[in-house]
């Protein structure tokens, strides 16, 4: 898979606001959904953010 353009950007947004979410991702960015869930999913396999838990929530991993 390659990375995405605004990967740097996005995990620089994450750890900014310490929140994460695929709606914010789309809001800031003004991505469709597809793509801010594929650009999250890269920021989790580079340990960025966990994976989802049962509640969907994800922890910053990386500060």
């Known amino acids: 898979m390659n990375k995405d353009p605004l990967l740097n950007d996005v995990k620089q947004f994450i750890l900014?606001?310490?929140?994460?979410?695929?709606?914010?991702?789309?809001?800031?960015?003004?991505?469709?959904?597809?793509?801010?869930?594929?650009?999250?999913?890269?920021?989790?396999k580079e340990k960025v953010v966990s994976k989802k838990d049962k509640n969907f929530r994800r922890k910053i991993e990386e500060k």
């Not at 310490?18 to 597809?34: E, H, L, N």
């Open 16 to 44: 900014e606001s310490q929140f994460v979410s695929v709606s914010a991702i789309q809001r800031r960015f003004q991505i469709g959904f597809m793509r801010a869930e594929r650009i999250l999913e890269q920021v989790e």
